[in-house]
């Protein structure tokens, strides 16, 4: 009886029009994610300043970095595993709290070593918020228009990497570097208030057998369309918590034959993505600063146009991803990059001009293939292991974040800066021709995707 109500819930929840009730998740959700996108940066915006105060070093500014990083990969995995087994809403909930709290910490950091520490527990936090919120955002979403609902939530990050830039090059050369902490600290707090309130996703409900706690939610999103009707009461499932055996997966399966294909090559394309990405990002304002002698003003001012150019990209993403599909956006996006950034290594670094348009419009590009990617990676697996497959895979934008600010500290000092978009250009390169192997997913259900 619980598994035939099922796919009638589910054929509830797809022929419900957006609403509402989807834009105040939407929201919400969003708030932490552009907190998430905060904390993320800041710490671009405040290197150039404890570089002059504590004397780091390139390899202790590529050290701090890529400790963040190595936080959020065990984030990404803690929180993964908990939202499969406790649900999307705790687990997103107490990412935000982590992440928040230790920002204000950070502001009170004394010295290289406490920061170091602070950020690494920070990244715990980050890690684990971004991929469990965008699980919950695709299992609210139907087939149809999916990209565009989803996409446009994602929006919110690109902003909040945007604001973060424009917020630090104003107020740390007058506020000083505590203040970004701040600001990612107290209302990360408020909006983790607001999480715990919503409700939890009716897909995981379905997938651990709450059928009646999952038909609740899916009523009240009914109901908060205009003119909506109340359903027949005695259409309301018994509940069942007792969960379906197939809901329970190890994070092992996503290397069995049915989904090995699938995973190796949506790690590649994470790897690639967020290896130029949050390497330009973190690195920029200092090589603008170090290298292009520009005024820490100007640095952090050329900076925050990346995001910029992400943040429009994106805009024209979302209303062309579910014509254009995830595919070939993909694939023509890491091809572009590469082709920019292959032009600064080979002849164009010596111009500060044209490494500022350059590196611009190449990361605005294929930042827009980094929210794509959040789209995608949930799309590919079923509800049982959708926040185990995408946690997993964005600990490769991890690894892969944390190697390129490593990386771009020795180059710049053995090779310069044209080695350094060369090594960016290569991996554009790679990501183009794994992009080739995805599975088309644009206005298919998720369960008609991964069963």
Known sequence: MASSLAPDLIARLEALPFSRWHVRARIIVGSATFFDAFGALSLAFVLPVLVRLWGITPAGIGSLIATGYLGQFIGA??????????????????????????????????????????????????????PVAAVYINELSKAKGRGRFFLLYELIFPIGLMMTGQIGAVLVPTLGWQVM?????????????????????????????????????????EASRPGSGIRDPGSEPNESRSPNPESRTRA??????????????????????????????????????????????????????????????????AFAI????????????????????????????????????????????????????????????????????TGAATCWLRLASAAGPVLVGYLVTASGTGAVFLMFAAAGAIGAVAGLGMLETRNRRLEELAP
């Open 77 to 130: 995995l803690v929180f993964g595993a908990l939202a499969e087994r406790y649900g999307r809403i705790p687990s997103v909930t107490a990412a935000t709290v982590l992440m928040s709290a230790m920002s204000l910490a950070c502001a009170v950091a004394g010295n290289f070593g406490t920061l170091l520490t602070l950020r690494l527990v920070q990244g715990i936090g980050i890690g684990g918020e971004m």
């Open 181 to 221: 902490f701040v600001i990612g600290g107290v209302p990360g707090l408020i909006v983790a208030a607001l999480l715990i309130r919503l409700p939890e996703s009716p897909r995981w409900l379905i997938a651990r057998g709450r059928l009646a706690d999952a038909d609740a939610v899916i009523r009240e999103i």
């Open 252 to 317: 092992t399966e996503l290397l069995a034959p049915t989904f090995r294909r699938r995973t190796l090559i949506v790690w590649a394309l994470w790897a690639c993505a967020y290896f130029i990405t949050n390497g330009l990002n973190n690195w920029m304002p200092t090589l603008y600063s170090s290298v292009y002698h520009l005024s820490l003003a100007q640095a952090l001012r050329a900076g925050t146009f990346n995001n910029i150019a992400q943040v429009a990209i994106l805009v024209v993403c």
């Open 322 to 389: 579910d014509r254009a599909g995830r595919r070939r956006w993909t694939v023509a996006g890491f091809a572009a990059g590469a082709a920019l950034l292959a032009m600064l290594g080979t002849f164009a670094a010596h111009s500060v001009v044209s490494v500022i348009v350059l590196v611009t419009i190449s990361y605005g590009i294929v930042g827009s293939v980094n929210a794509v990617l959040y789209l995608y990676t949930p799309e590919i697996y079923p509800t049982r292991m959708r926040a185990i497959g």
